[in-house]
């Protein structure tokens, strides 16, 4: 007796609640199906659907080693709540000039795609025009190349940052060009914005003289946030934090907390003062407090009404022993991922990730990060964190 099919669910169901919730490993062999498939997974209203359902919400980081004979740049993708020892995935290779530095790539993160860069390596914390800018999804593989931009004469220092506006689902990369300090010639930014989807740079017009802050002492070349559809940057010279608007492509600055001093609590090393926390930006210091053992944590939680909430991180070790851990990003836990030297930490003491819960105010330790066996033929000493991302099928290409 062969039994009764049920009711076939509606298509509206299956293709916005319930595939959403797959992993986007299984999403992206549904896309070698058929087209339509292909086409469901590359809409934007299932995409959005994915990032807001999607089954696999666990932090994943993205490592990168250096293999100096081959002058190669390797990148691994790392789930962090594994069980046993942490073994990253290989994601990609790629080539950088002969140099003695090792710090060569820039990487940001936004919704699970990735924005990488090189460092010039003839002149410090410089953007290398020679090597083209990367757009990448680590959990589909996908990337793009991003055109070349031309620079304007005296330019001393080039840097991107990558950002995201949820208003218009656009994401934009915002190129700065520095100019070298002239009286005579004058201070000349020059200003690029490129989207993804379109084809070539464009230049925007910014009044220097107009802006809310001294652009020459800006650290454009120093760590950038993306919160709320704005680039965020944490002013040198000046007590403001500098903010540019992925929509409206305008600058703006917004004052830092009252008890917050950028020359006595800045703090430069590894990642910067400013951090994003729980979707919030965050400033990080002081010295002070360092030498005692404690860092100090500012979480702008109220945006709108720049309302900041202070933390105090105690630390139940020596700080300096434990390699300088800071604050790096909010994990799916909710706990935060703190960076530290340990996890550059050479072969063949494997490195371990410190996270910290700021409800119970206790730390705890990942287990091992190793490298893939297939890994272990590489002339690789080291591991370094780049950045975290998320389980994302945002597209890079039309198909």
Not at 370 to 381: A, H, I, R
């Given at each position: 007796m062969e039994l009764a099919a049920g009711p076939e669910l509606p298509s509206q169901i299956t293709c916005f609640e319930i595939l959403p919730r797959l992993p986007s490993k299984s999403l992206m062999r549904f896309?070698?199906?058929?087209?339509?498939?292909?086409?469901?997974?590359?809409?934007?209203?299932?995409?959005?659907?994915?990032?807001?359902?999607?089954?696999?919400?666990?932090?994943?980081?993205?490592?990168?080693?250096?293999?100096?004979?081959?002058?190669q740049q390797h990148f691994f993708s790392l789930e962090i709540n594994q069980q046993g020892s942490l073994i990253p995935v290989h994601l990609l290779s790629l080539p950088t000039p002969r140099t003695k530095n090792e710090h060569l790539?820039?990487?940001?993160?936004?919704?699970g795609l990735v924005c990488l860069y090189l460092h010039n390596?003839?002149?410090?914390?410089?953007?290398?025009?020679?090597?083209?800018?990367?757009?990448?999804?680590?959990?589909?593989?996908?990337?793009?190349?991003?055109?070349?931009?031309?620079?304007?004469?005296?330019?001393?220092?080039?840097?991107?940052?990558?950002?995201?506006?949820?208003?218009?689902?656009?994401?934009?990369?915002?190129?700065?060009?520095?100019?070298?300090?002239?009286?005579?010639r004058g201070n000349h930014f020059v200003f690029k914005i490129f989207k993804l989807g379109t084809s070539s740079w464009r230049r925007i017009e910014v009044d220097l003289n107009d802006l809310p802050f001294d652009p020459l002492n800006c650290p454009f070349h120093k760590r950038s946030v993306c919160v709320n559809g704005a680039v965020h940057w944490m002013h040198w010279t000046e007590n403001v934090i500098v903010v540019f608007d992925i929509g409206d492509e305008k600058f703006k600055a917004i004052p830092l907390p009252e008890d917050y001093n950028c020359f006595i609590h800045r703090v430069d090393y590894p990642v910067g003062s400013i951090v994003e926390v729980d979707g919030c930006v965050?400033?990080?210091?002081?010295?002070?407090?360092?030498?005692m053992g404690m860092i100090g944590l500012w979480i702008l939680r109220d945006y709108q009404n720049q309302v900041w909430v202070k933390e105090t991180i105690c630390f139940p070790f020596h700080w300096e022993k434990a390699g300088y851990p800071v604050p790096f990003c909010t994990?799916?836990?909710?706990?935060l991922l703190l960076h530290s030297s340990r996890l550059s930490r050479r072969k063949p003491a494997h490195p371990r990730a410190l996270l910290y819960n700021m409800e119970s105010e206790s730390f705890?330790?990942?287990?091992?990060?190793?490298?893939?066996?297939?890994?272990?033929?590489?002339?690789?000493?080291?591991?370094?964190?780049?950045?975290?991302?998320?389980?994302?099928?945002?597209?890079?290409?039309?198909?």
């Open positions: 896309r070698c199906v058929c087209k339509s498939w292909s086409s469901l997974t590359r809409d934007p209203s299932f995409v959005s659907a994915h990032q807001n359902l999607g089954c696999n919400k666990n932090t994943h980081l993205l490592l990168t080693a250096w293999d100096k004979p081959t002058t790539y820039h990487v940001q993160s936004i919704n390596t003839s002149v410090p914390n410089q953007t290398d025009p020679e090597h083209p800018i990367r757009i990448l999804n680590p959990s589909t593989r996908e990337s793009i190349t991003l055109p070349h931009a031309s620079l304007a004469s005296h330019t001393t220092n080039v840097t991107h940052h990558f950002g995201f506006n949820p208003l218009t689902n656009e994401y934009k990369v915002l190129q700065v060009q520095k100019p070298i300090p002239d009286p005579l965050a400033l990080i210091g002081d010295k002070r407090l360092m030498r994990i799916h836990t909710g706990e705890r330790e990942s287990d091992e990060i190793v490298l893939p066996p297939e890994s272990t033929c590489l002339n690789v000493v080291r591991l370094k964190l780049l950045a975290n991302y998320d389980d994302s099928i945002v597209p890079l290409t039309k198909r």
